[in-house]
């Protein structure tokens, strides 16, 4: 059974948070501030936040940036995983990342069928790896943000979750490249 192992220490991660609207501002963007007041309730430190619009070049560049930003951990990018055509989000995730996590996206719909049935099948949720930095791609929804923070990510970037946990992870995620930890 998951549990909270408290007898290890919690590690806060540094978090970026990304929206993609054409539409939303810092003013009115509540899926980024369900998000935001998610992590840092939760003890992370939410590094960087901000609005790019629903263009895949320009969600490529920031992700990019921030993936080569050492100091960033995690992304947390909320809006434009739908079907419609300015929805591109998970298109440049997909130019970004070097290694898909499948499970994720199939867990959070799994999870979101539970509340809004059938209708979870337009969310392409997604999530990968790159240059050791998490990439999530969330609907854009403040109750699917919600949702994705409760149900998947709360616990999985709490190094004390057990048995496992991506953030016990973030040491080992270059270990494939020239001079990581564990290459040869």
């Known amino acids: 059974m998951p549990r909270i192992d408290e007898t290890r220490p919690f590690q806060p991660l540094a978090v970026a948070v990304l929206t993609v609207s054409d539409t939303r501002t810092a003013e009115d963007d509540r899926s980024g501030d369900a998000l935001a ?37 995690v992304v947390l990018a909320t809006g434009g995983t739908g079907v419609t055509g300015r929805d591109v989000t998970p298109e440049a995730l997909h130019r970004v990342i070097e290694k898909h996590v499948a499970g994720f996206g199939e867990l959070f719909r ?13 969310s392409r949720a997604d999530a990968g790896v ?55």
């Open 130 to 184: 790159a240059g050791g930095t998490y990439l999530f791609a969330l609907p854009g929804s403040p109750g699917a943000c919600r949702d994705a923070w409760d149900m998947i990510l709360k616990d999985q970037l709490d190094v004390r979750h057990r048995p496992c946990n991506f953030a016990e992870l973030l040491p080992r995620l270059r270990e494939h490249e020239p001079g990581g930890r564990g290459a040869l």
């Open 37 to 73: 007041e998610r992590l840092t309730a939760a003890g992370h430190r939410l590094l960087w936040r901000g609005i790019v619009e629903d263009d895949a070049d320009a969600i490529e560049a920031r992700l990019r940036a921030l993936v080569a930003d050492p100091e960033v951990e």
């Open 110 to 122: 799994f999870l979101s069928y539970q509340k809004i049935g059938t209708s979870t099948i337009q």
